[in-house]
């Protein structure tokens, strides 16, 4: 699967994000089985850009690490269970920040590629209908984020040392 790949802030394309993406896209389409033809796009941006997107789309006033936009409604109707799967070959979009990414990347001691990967998977996994709000949700979306980034040989970001 590949994404389309909108690259606003150069230091994305330094950092190869048109072939993360494409192989966290991948991922999540093997592991999860979608059907061909899916679409997704991503903007690769800074935190300002990020920051703007937050406030209109969120309320929140600040940069944070990745957003997405599905393209219809998939979320599961009880805690921990199934989302519903896509009705429609477009999933939607994500927007990933470099700064913050990269700065979450220094702090856990992790390779900005693997965690901009991370952060791809889990925009896809909420495009997909899976989220972290409620405890049964949120340990879902984990077991498929550890177990997808596992087969692109990228270690657990949740476990810790």
Known sequence: MTPD???EDRRWA????????????DGVARHLSLPGG????????????IAALNTDFRGKPRPTNVLSWPSEERGADRDGGAPRPPRDPELGDIAIAYETCAAEAEAAGRPLADHATHLVVHGM???LGYDHER?????????H??????TLGIADPYRIG
């Open 125 to 127: 996994l909420h495009l």
């Open 38 to 49: 899916a679409e997704v796009a991503v903007l690769a941006c800074n935190d300002a850009r």
């Open 14 to 25: 330094a950092a190869g994000i048109e072939a993360l993406a494409a192989r966290a896209c």
């Open 145 to 150: 984020e550890v177990a997808i980034l596992a």
């Open 5 to 7: 790949v909108l690259i």
């Open 135 to 143: 405890d049964g949700d949120a340990a879902l979306m984990e077991e």
